[in-house]
């Protein structure tokens, strides 16, 4: 298999993925390297200790100068999500619909290869662009033993690959509203208001009763939304990242056969 589609999208975004490694990798080393300076702040354990509205608002459980708690409040519970997120999102809304808007994609399907192969060398895309930048804020988090913040391995590495597998599926979701409406802006923002309702629903819960009741429809709730740092994913949250990215798959590869390319 030559995978000419995604050899030719991945070479488009090269540099993007090397400046958004390079970012996050510069981000979770500050956070690693400032955390000895922090740890022994009270005011700031307090923060979040004595207050669980700020606590929820800033995804931490129990105190902030905590590792699992610093490492969650500053990165997996917004930052690293953020970025997987404007990676995938911004990839599946342009892949389909955007190339469909522009006339690159009539091209590309010229090449001789189903619809349904389209869309799986989409999607082998959409995880090579995520991949990286997951590696560089587990291998940056991991320094933190060398930085007096240990965090157990299964929850960080779990909690990673929970991560990853919620932006692949936002980004699924992108390219299967951008296959089915041949819109990147719907894709784009339709994809982005749900990511972000998502996260108000997984942040909100712990202190809104009837958030509460609704947080299993959150898939930033699954990922890091539920003090994985500390006791690591479940594999119910596994199941539900994983089935919801199938089900997503299969939308888009029979919303494809449907979609008029230009």
Known sequence: MRFDVARIDLRQRRRSILWFTVGVAAYTYLLVAMYPAIKSDSSLGALTADNPTVAALLGVSGSFTSPAGWINGNLYANFFPLMILLMTIGYGASSIAGQSETGQLGLVASIPISRARLVGEKILVLIALAIPVTLAALAFTMLGRQYELALPGWPLVGTTAAVLLMGIDFGLLALAVGAVSGSRGLALGLT??????????????PVVGWIRSI???????????????????????????????????????????RLDIR
């Open 192 to 205: 982005s208001a749900m990511a972000a309702a998502s996260y108000l629903v997984s942040s909100l819960a």
């Open 215 to 257: 947080r299993g429809a959150s898939l930033f709730y699954w990922a890091v939304g539920g003090d994985q740092l500390r006791s690591g994913p479940s594999a119910g949250g596994f199941a539900v990242l994983v089935l919801t990215g199938v089900a997503l798959y299969l939308a888009a590869t029979i919303l494809i056969k």
